[in-house]
């Protein structure tokens, strides 16, 4: 994790320096081990370093070759093949550091380097001889990058509030974005959208090309729904993803620090955490969080994990506090209302800092690439009725849940598309959502037409890609790296490797799962190396219950409709979210992300807009941004 800032400007022979130190200013959190600017011409360039990679310790950013300057944020993870391309073409790779080796490829191959490269990446080329400004992101998008234009002026950062300190105005709501962050409706053409109207994201495996006054915005990467994996036996499958996710794994290790993974106790987590002991190199501690409620104290699990993989486990106890508590300084950081969180991590975070830790491996990604529900589907339409029947009722024992709840998933998810979106249109927006500002902001209209994907040729193809690439995993994972960027931490997911992401949508759906074993892959690459208790584990720890619990505290303040803010009205019916609050606490459980979302929504539009100003930035922003502190660029 490191911090990125740079701006060019068209119509003036230097760049402005000034600007560019506000806005190193606002995320002074992303570079603790240093800032260093440059400018050149137009453009003017700062970046800010968190060592984590042994390379990174002699790194000297930004990184300067004749007429080519870099600020990079990330880790490769093919540099032997960079390195091994550079010395064939006679390019020199310098001291050997990751952004040197970019630097080189992009001198080696120009706009098309971005092709080249694999781990998570985010970085920014100005090219003074092309007269280009040249940006990219990571294939999955790991690493964030953002940018705004306004008249002559390109501006790019590591986080939206750098660019907001680069304003002259604070901007509006992005208010087609905000519903549907509210319906979880958001689309792949919102992942060049962010909640800050004017302000975009570059979205994963895009490149960013300003060139002759011209802004391109190009994907270099997609997935290949065409693509198959065919092997005669099915244990060729277990062992190509056991390769590959070893390989995953042990790209994330590469550490000059402790690495620290989040142990849960589930599938996911156990299997990252015995595969990256058995990799060595960095130090490996255990992290697992437990509360007051039975059914998420996964302590025992973790227990056996850890003495397995024979590393050090940090037990640290949630003793629960008010959610609003710190909820808006966090929704600052973060800059997304869709926190999720209702924990006291703050603890967690010292335990995790006083080991040294500055990279956590995380099992993200894992429930949403593997989770093979969408092999019911493929069962239902391609199976007789039998077998369907009798994999649906194992499948539901591996799930933890009720065989009619799974084959009501399967209907779903064997449902054409026109049949799906007929049926959520003739539902309607819920009550609880302003309808005139639906209709303002056209998405009303948006609500009604019918999300398109690329075409797989089976089910389980289908949804492990809409899952594991959705724009909203996306948005929570660029959460999570705000966050820990706040703590000076980088957080790493295994699961989201782009070889792992693309090995396992070319599996055909057959080998997906064997006899309604959810995960059939991943426990058959870990016998042997995971203790029984936790391969062959039915469902995981709920955390419902303690959510539950903080949340009916808070609907007893009636904090969800507080509207502190006084902009709550602009996207809900007071009248019908009203409504909503009292089902929920009534006992319709199933409401509490609605109702927890407007919860957030108000914290974080009061956070940006206290008050409803749109005039001025309110004083959390003021305070954050403009804070004085001379010695922060070098």
Not at 168 to 176: L, N, Q, T, V, Y
Not at 524 to 548: F, N, S, V
């Amino acid at each position: 994790m490191s911090g990125l800032v740079a701006l060019h400007d068209s119509r003036r022979e230097a760049a402005s320096t000034g600007r560019l130190e506000r806005m190193a200013q606002a995320i002074a959190h992303r570079g603790p081990d240093g800032w260093r600017r440059w400018h050149g011409g137009p453009v003017a360039m700062a970046h800010g370093l968190l060592h984590t990679t042994p390379e990174s310790l002699r790194e000297q950013q930004p990184v300067i070759d004749g007429a080519c300057a870099l600020v990079w944020d990330g880790r490769l993870d093919n540099r032997d093949e960079l390195l091994t391309a550079l010395h064939a073409a006679g390019l020199p790779a310098g001291t050997g550091t990751d952004p040197e080796l970019v630097l080189g490829a992009y001198r080696l191959w120009g706009a098309e380097c971005a092709r080249h490269l694999l781990g998570e990446l985010a970085f920014i080329v100005w090219d003074a001889g092309a007269q280009r400004l040249f940006a990219a992101r990571d294939r999955i998008g790991l690493k964030p990058l953002y940018y705004t234009r306004q008249d002559s002026t390109l501006l790019i950062a590591s986080e939206a509030k750098a660019l907001l300190a680069g304003l002259e105005r604070m901007p509006e709501p992005d208010d087609a974005l905000v519903l549907a962050l509210l319906l979880s409706e958001c689309r792949e053409e919102d992942n060049s959208r962010t909640l800050f109207s004017g302000i975009h994201r570059l979205p994963p495996g895009h490149v960013l090309v300003l060139e002759h006054g011209r802004l391109q915005v190009e994907r270099y990467w997609q997935i290949d729904p065409s693509r198959r994996v065919t092997h005669r036996q099915p244990e060729a499958y277990v062992e190509q993803f056991r390769a590959v996710f070893d390989e995953a794994v042990r790209a994330r290790m590469r550490s000059a620090f402790p690495v620290g993974c989040f142990l849960s106790g589930g599938l996911d987590s156990s299997a990252i955490a015995i595969t990256a002991a058995a990799a060595g190199g960095a130090p490996l501690e255990a992290f697992t969080i437990f509360n007051r409620h039975p059914a998420s104290d996964e302590r025992h699990y973790a227990r056996l994990v850890a003495a397995a993989a024979r590393i050090p486990l940090r037990e640290y106890a949630d003793e629960g506090r008010d959610p609003l508590d710190g909820l808006e300084q966090l929704l600052f950081a973060v800059e997304n209302p869709l926190v999720t969180n209702h924990a006291d991590l703050r603890g967690l975070g010292q335990l995790i800092n006083a080991q040294g830790c500055r990279v956590m491996l995380d099992g993200d990604g894992g429930d949403h690439l593997m989770d093979e529900s969408g092999y019911l589907a493929d069962l239902l339409v391609r199976t007789n009725p039998v077998r369907f029947l009798r994999e649906t009722r194992a499948f539901a024992r591996s799930y933890g849940g009720r065989t009619g709840e799974c084959l009501q998933m399967a209907v779903q998810d064997a449902m054409p598309t026109p049949m799906k979106h007929a049926a959520k249109h003739l539902r309607g927006l819920p009550a609880w959502i302003n309808r005139t500002m639906a209709d303002r902001a056209a998405f009303t209209a948006r609500w009604a037409q019918a999300r398109v994907p690329l075409t797989f040729p089976s089910g389980a193809q289908r949804l492990s890609y809409q899952d594991a690439l959705s724009p909203y995993l996306l948005m929570k994972l660029e959460l999570n790296e705000r966050e820990a960027a706040q703590a000076g931490r980088e957080i790493r997911y295994p699961f989201l490797d782009s070889r792992l992401v693309e090995f396992i949508l070319a599996v055909p759906w057959q080998q997906r799962c064997r006899n309604g074993e959810r995960k059939w892959l991943l426990r058959e690459a870990m016998t042997g190396l995971l203790p029984e208790a936790i391969r062959l584990r039915r469902g995981k720890g709920d955390g419902t219950a303690a959510m539950d619990q903080a949340l009916q505290g808070v609907c007893r303040q009636q904090a969800p409709l507080a509207n502190r803010s006084r902009m709550l009205e602009r996207y809900v019916d007071m009248a019908g979210a009203r409504r909503l609050v009292a089902r929920y606490q009534a006992g319709a459980t199933r409401l509490r992300w609605d109702v927890w979302s407007l919860v957030t929504l108000d914290a974080w539009l009061n956070t940006f807009w206290k008050g409803g100003a749109r005039d001025g930035r309110n004083i959390v922003w003021q305070e954050a941004v403009h804070a004085p502190d001379a010695a922060l660029v070098r």
